[in-house]
């Protein structure tokens, strides 16, 4: 059974940093694709990030200032937020598209002064 685990939103002021975070249990981080999307209020959820063995993607609105990375000891799949924005505000989920595709329960992401 393939469960995916979001960590690490919060509240944080505009220009601050967030590190989220992405455990998998049941598959493997490094065996996938793996995608961070986010969804904001009304709005539909939009992939912002993504990790394959060929390298990392980013959504042009977070180009230089998100980074996405693995850990495979831990299994964890992070993404490193900088520079944040207040349109960068929403639940963020990771997700693995092979054999399911699998989502995470999601994290909220507010950025507000």
């Known amino acids: 059974q393939v469960q995916l685990v979001e960590s690490g939103g919060g509240l944080v002021q505009p220009g601050g940093s967030l590190k989220l975070s992405c455990t998998a249990s049941?598959?493997?981080?490094?065996?996938?694709?793996v995608g961070w999307y986010r969804q904001p209020p009304g709005k539909q959820r939009d992939e912002v990030a993504g990790i394959t063995r060929g390298g990392t993607n980013y959504g042009d609105s977070v180009k230089g200032r998100f980074t996405i990375s693995i850990d495979s000891t831990q299994n964890t799949v992070y993404l490193q937020m900088d520079n944040l924005k207040p349109e960068d505000t929403a639940v963020y989920y990771c997700?693995?598209?092979?054999?399911?595709?699998?989502w995470g329960q999601g994290t909220q992401v507010t950025v507000s002064s």
């Open positions: 049941g598959i493997s981080v490094r065996a996938a694709p």
């Open positions: 997700n693995i598209p092979l054999g399911g595709p699998f």
